[in-house]
Structure formats: C-alpha cells, structure tokens
C-alpha cells in the first residue's frame, strides 16, 4: 500500500515537474506547479511529516502559487515567441549540461546508502507524539534562534516587496 | 517499505528537471518557478534523510527553507513586476544592458 502510494505521488510528482517546464502558456505552467507540489506533500505524508505536508499545502501551494498567479496575470503575457539563433544553441547546451548534472547525481543515489549518527527520534517515538508536537519541541527550544531570526526575515522581505512595489519612494 | 534511495532519486531527477527548467525557458517567471521546483526536491531530500536518521532537525530545517522561499518568492516576483514596468517585458534576452 505504501509503494503504490509512492509510486502515484512521485511519478505524478515528476510529470508535473516536466509538464511545468515544457508549457507555452505560463498559467499552465503555474497550475502544474501547484499539482507538483500537492503529490510532494503527499511524499511528505509518507514519509511521515504530516506538519511539513500541510504547511507544504498551505505555504507553497496557497500562498506562493497564488502570488506567481497574480504576477502573471499582471504581466499579461501571451504565449512565447518563436526562439531566437542563440536559443536553440543555448537550449542544447543547456539540456547537455542538465543531463550531466542528473547523471552525476543519478549515480550518487543509487546504491550508496549513507551512514551517521542516528538521533533519538525514530518514528515510532514521533507517530506516538505526534509529529507537530515533536517538530515544536525541537523548533522551540533547540532551533529558537533560527526561528527568530526568520520572522525579522519576513519583516524584512514585507518592506522590501512595499518598497519595490511603489510608484514613487 | 520503501527504501530510503528512492527518495532520494526522486528529489534528484525533480531538482535536475528544475535546472533544465532554468536553462531553457526566456520568461523569468518561469525561470522562477524552475528555481522553486528545485527548493522543493531539496526538501524532500532534507525530510527523506531526517526519517532515515531518526531525527527532526532535518524537518526544522524544510520548515526553515519554506520560510525563505516564500520571502525570495515575494522580493522576487516585486523585481519581476518592476521590471516589466520599465521595459513591458519579461523575456530575460531583453534584459540585456549588463551584456558586454
């Protein structure tokens, strides 16, 4: 049950990966987006981060994909144009050097099963209680500084998208 | 049970579809959207290896990468906007003035 479940979601996942990059129309490819990151959420669940899959939902699929949505209708574009004398040369070397990345990491993942230092929280220990309540413990008191620190990011970024966005400063 | 590998293989054929992504489309929204397809196989990497090891630091750490997508989403998407109001384009070979 579980490996039918992981083969849906990541082959749905992967296709929607391609079907994201390979779309004229740039709605398409954001609506395709959305759909990837739903079948990752649900890899998510089976790995057993049920907080992570619904923040995944919630924050990428619900808020991002609706601001990518609005900008592109903003924008307004039509499909792309006919591609240019550099753009076939570069789309060449562009897929070649692709290729080459995912070879090299193909060939690192594929039987090499990687050893260290195992924590305390198997995931027996995390379904008993619960895994937002196990993230919180571990968010709250061990990471409390990143924590922190990411919401003056968000601070941050909230006065930087106000001030780019305005018609004069 | 599904070992751990094939997680991993899967993070890695999404993030290599992402650079592909990156590589070949002009429109820098889609562009965008490449570099977010390849935070996410980088978090699904991050959550496989954090199961595999027994520990949460590595679901800490997705929930942190989260967080900064979503703030490089909106500064960037603000860039994009601004840009087009310049030039009414978002083709990045029309963007071109720091070309030599």
Redesign the interface.
Known sequence: M??VC?YIF?IG??LG??L??TRKN?IH??LF?VL??FF?AG??L????E??SM??II??AG??MV??LF??M??N?EK??EP?E??LI??F???A???L??AA??F???????K????????EK?EAAGNAQ??AR??FT??LL??EV?SI??L???V??IV??KKEL | MIPENYYLLVSAILFTIGVVGVFIRRNAIVIFMSIELMLNAVNLTLVALSRQFHSLDGQVMVFLVMTVAAAEAAIGLAIIVTIFRNRNTVNIEEVNLMKW
């Open positions: 579980e490996a992981f990541s996942a992967i990966g391609i994201v990059i740039p490819s954001a987006l990837t990151f990752v890899l998510y089976i790995l057993g981060a907080f992570l923040i995944q924050v990428y808020a991002i601001l990518f900008v592109i903003f924008v574009i792309e144009e240019s550099n753009h570069q789309r070397w562009g897929m050097l692709s290729v990345i995912g990491l193909f690192v993942v594929k039987s090499h099963i990687s260290g230092l195992m924590g305390q929280y198997s995931p995390v196990s993230v571990v968010l061990q990471y990143p924590f990411a990011l968000l941050v970024a909230i930087g998208a780019l966005a």
